[in-house]
């Protein structure tokens, strides 16, 4: 990988200042290495035309214009199921395999607004569904870390995004968060993933999983990076009815930000079954090296922990269930040649369309939301979500940010992780992420170290609602701790 694909944003717009680099030639080496690196499978379409246009107008804005804006040269992947105006944007389903929008989602717009060049669009398990990045009709992403030596899964289900920016290709990339596929893929791919406060970013045009924990989240190398993409996608949005209404007050990072103020709590609920060693290890090494910066460090109890793997699959697949049935094949969505009655189209549709996956969330969802069901299963299920996001409430009243896990593990290996079924994985991958969803606050994945199989290891952080900012700072700190290894591909 060429060494100027891991500069920071910061350091791309000095060299680009002192001509050392151009807008065009950065956007020209983004693409071939996106190209060299074909078989990750990190995009679904490469925009090489748009992303040229994107580069050109900025290289105006720098030495011609000389008005320049924050992203202006900054090469982006978008994950494909946000809407990109005359861009296919597929869901890596079927069902979209040939829809092109009409309008660009709030995000995209904003960030090309703020002069950021599309490199392209990328990979994610069907509708977002999973937690490998296995399940796209596009067919799987591979991991760049180790990937010459076998096979590892890169996450999910915004593996694309994580591999665009942990392989070079661009400098951030947007993923989507609804139980964690964000800052999953971020941490077995070794990059930072945040997932922002629901509501602080919209969500128009991202094609719903489920609406009350859907947000768009964030992927870079450095946590600097992931700020000066917030602060420009961030805020409300008529557009999007959820979205916070206060004025966004773009993030700050504070180099000498002082650590002895900050009271951390570790859930003890967050140790699992199946945690690796390797990760408890990384765990205890972040709590260490908090305690030496002279943070207050205690252990907490958030006591329903343990259900929320069972609620969440409760929730999405009921709002799956009601979300997909817009794709009937008239409205929306793949049409087959079904002409027998109306029914049957749909039938046929949407058997073709879905994978099994969406089709079983669709089928279980249903079930949840019958009459004699709804009661038993779905009202239950909101009245522990509530309980969860109480766990939540109470233990911020005693720390100001959290530390756990991320993932269980370090990246498993592609064969061992279809082998155990990517439904099945969903719920074990995402035990650290998806109470964070559920509760709506922000969370952030950084990397930390590299496990025996030389992979990446990460720990999560989690804040009340809208603490990016404290959150970030945070995570810079342990960034500058820790200096991660690059990785090295073509
Ligand atoms: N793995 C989870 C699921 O399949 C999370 C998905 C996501 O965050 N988009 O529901």
Redesign the pocket.
């Known amino acids: 990988m060429n060494k100027l694909t891991t500069y920071t944003i910061k350091k791309i717009h000095k060299a680009y200042r002192e001509k050392t680099l151009t807008p065009t030639s950065f956007v020209d080496l983004c693409l071939q290495n996106a190209k060299q690196n074909r078989d990750l499978n990190a995009f679904v379409t490469l925009t090489k035309g748009e992303a040229e246009n994107n580069g050109i107008e900025s290289e105006k804005r720098f030495y011609i214009d000389k008005k320049t804006k924050p992203l202006d040269g900054i090469t982006i992947g978008v994950k494909d199921n946000f809407c990109t105006k005359d861009i296919r944007t597929s869901c890596a389903s079927n069902m979209l395999k040939n829809f092109i929008p009409t309008y660009n989602a709030t995000v995209y717009s904003r960030l090309r607004n703020a002069g950021a060049c599309l490199i392209g669009k990328c990979n994610?398990?069907e509708f977002?569904?999973?937690?490998g990045t296995v399940d796209s009709i596009f067919g799987p992403t591979r991991n760049p870390w180790g990937y010459k030596e076998c096979w590892r899964i890169a996450g999910?289900?915004?593996g694309g995004s994580a591999v665009a920016v942990s392989s070079g290709a661009c400098v951030a990339a947007i993923?989507?968060?609804?139980?964690?596929?964000?800052r999953?893929p971020a941490a077995l791919c070794g990059v930072v993933g945040l997932k922002p406060t629901y509501g602080l970013v919209s969500r128009h045009g991202l094609v719903p999983?489920?609406n009350s924990?859907?947000v768009p989240g964030i992927m870079t190398r450095k946590v600097e990076d992931a700020v000066n993409v917030l602060n420009c996608i961030a805020g409300p949005d008529n557009l999007d009815s959820t979205t916070i209404k206060r004025k966004f007050n773009p993030v700050t990072l504070d180099n000498d930000f002082d650590m002895s103020k900050i009271k951390i709590g570790i859930p003890k609920e967050y140790h699992c079954p199946g945690m690796s060693e390797d990760i408890i290890d990384t765990w205890k090494l972040v709590t260490n090296l908090l305690e030496n910066e002279k943070a207050s460090v205690q252990t907490v109890s958030m006591p329903h922990t343990s259900v929320s793997i069972a609620v969440?699959?409760i929730l999405?697949q009921c709002e799956?269930a009601s979300n997909m049935a817009r794709y009937d094949g008239i409205e929306y969505g793949l049409r087959t040649e079904e002409d027998h009655s109306t029914e049957e189209l749909y039938a046929s549709s949407r058997s073709k369309g879905f994978n099994s996956?969406v089709r079983s969330?669709i089928f279980a969802g249903n079930y949840f939301l019958l009459t004699r069901n709804y009661e038993k299963y779905f009202l239950k299920a909101l009245k522990l979500r509530r309980m969860i996001a109480d766990d939540f409430k109470k233990v911020f009243k005693d720390v100001d940010i959290l530390l756990t896990p991320t993932t269980l593990s370090d990246a498993p290996l592609y064969d061992d992780f279809v082998s155990k079924h990517?439904?099945d994985?969903?719920?074990f991958?995402?035990y650290c992420?998806?109470p964070a969803?559920m509760a709506g606050v922000p969370a952030i994945s950084i990397p930390i170290r590299l496990s025996i199989n030389k992979l990446p290891l990460s720990i999560q952080l989690m804040g009340p609602n809208l603490s990016e900012e404290l959150l970030l700072n945070v995570a810079k700190r342990i960034e500058m701790l820790v200096d991660f290894p690059s990785l090295e591909v073509n």
């Open positions: 994610l398990d977002a569904m999973g937690a999910g289900s915004s993923g989507s968060d609804t139980g964690g596929s964000t999953n999983l489920v924990m859907d969440y699959s999405n799956v996956v969330r990517n439904r994985q969903c719920a991958q995402d992420t998806q969803n």
